[in-house]
T-cell receptor
Framework: GAGVSQTPSNKVTEKGKYVELRCDPI?????LYWYRQSLGQGPEFLIY????????DSGLPNDRFFAVRPEGSVSTLKIQRTERGDSAVYLC???????????FGPGTRLTVL | AQSVTQLGSHVSVSEGALVLLRCNYS??????LFWYVQYPNQGLQLLLK??????LVKGINGFEAEFKKSETSFHLTKPSAHMSDAAEYFC??????????????FGKGTLLTVNP
C-alpha cells in the first residue's frame, strides 16, 4: 500500500518568505508527527497530532512555525518569515495510533537562501 | 526527559566483518528503544525495536540489538556486513506509558561504510 508522502521533495526559498510543507499520512493512521533533521544531526521532534488536534507542539522552535491537520488526515507545516537557520529536511511520520510503529516519509528538503 | 548518545559518527568495516554500532540512552521513565536506517535520499526505516519484552531483539536484514538496563545501552550488531548495509543508522528512544505521546528522541546518527 501507499506509504507516507511529502510534497514538495525540495523547496528553495528566500529569507523572509512564507512556505508550506505537506504531509499525506498512511490512510487510517490517526497519529502524525513532524520532525526536523539538520545537516549532520538526527531528527528532532517538532509537533504531534492525534486526530485533528495538536496534542504536543513543544518542539516547535518559535512562533514562526505552525502546523495544522484540519480533517485528521493531511497535515501542513507552515513557516513564516523564513530564516537561513530553517534550512533542513522536514520529516513527517504517521502511526496507526500513538504507541505503534511510526512510518516516515522521504522528507522535504528546505533551503532558505 | 530522554536523550541518546551514539558513539562514533562514522564506522567503517570490511565486507563479512562484524558490525557494532553503539547507543547509550538516558530516560527518566521506562523506555522504548529503536534503531532506524536511512539510505541516501530515502526516509527512515525501522530496523528493530525494544518494547519491554525480550531484551535481545531481532530485526530485519540480520540485525539485532540487546537492551542492557544496567549499562543503559542498546547496541546494534550484525555478524557479517554486506555492501548493502552501507547507510546511516539512528538510535532513538521514546517514553512508554499511558501519558506518553511516543515522540522519538534520536541520536546524531552513525554512518556505516562497508569496504569490499
Amino acid at each position: 500500500g501507499a506509504g507516507v508522502s511529502q510534497t514538495p521533495s525540495n523547496k528553495v526559498t528566500e529569507k523572509g518568505k512564507y512556505v508550506e510543507l505537506r504531509c499525506d499520512p498512511i490512510s487510517g493512521h490517526t497519529a502524525l508527527y513532524w520532525y526536523r533533521q539538520s545537516l549532520g544531526q538526527g531528527p528532532e521532534f517538532l509537533i504531534y497530532f492525534q486526530g485533528t488536534g495538536a496534542a504536543d507542539d513543544s518542539g516547535l522552535p518559535n512562533d514562526r512555525f505552525f502546523a495544522v491537520r484540519p480533517e485528521g488526515s493531511v497535515s501542513t507545516l507552515k513557516i513564516q518569515r523564513t530564516e537561513r537557520g530553517d534550512s533542513a529536511v522536514y520529516l513527517c511520520a504517521s502511526s496507526r495510533t500513538r504507541g505503534n510503529e511510526q512510518f516516515f516519509g522521504p522528507g522535504t528538503r528546505l533551503t532558505v537562501l | 526527559a530522554q536523550s541518546v548518545t551514539q558513539l562514533g559518527s562514522h564506522v567503517s568495516v570490511s565486507e563479512g566483518a562484524l558490525v557494532l554500532l553503539r547507543c547509550n540512552y538516558s530516560s527518566s521513565v521506562p523506555p522504548y528503544l529503536f534503531w532506524y536506517v536511512q539510505y541516501p535520499n530515502q526516509g527512515l526505516q525501522l530496523l528493530l525495536k525494544y518494547t519491554s519484552a525480550a531484551t535481545l531483539v531481532k530485526g530485519i536484514n540480520g540485525f539485532e540489538a540487546e537492551f542492557k538496563k544496567s549499562e543503559t545501552s542498546f547496541h546494534l550488531t550484525k555478524p557479517s556486513a554486506h555492501m548493502s548495509d552501507a547507510a546511516e543508522y539512528f538510535c532513538a528512544v521514546s517514553a512508554r506509558g499511558g501519558g506518553s505521546n511516543y515522540k522519538l528522541t534520536f541520536g546524531k546518527g552513525t554512518l556505516l561504510t562497508v569496504n569490499p
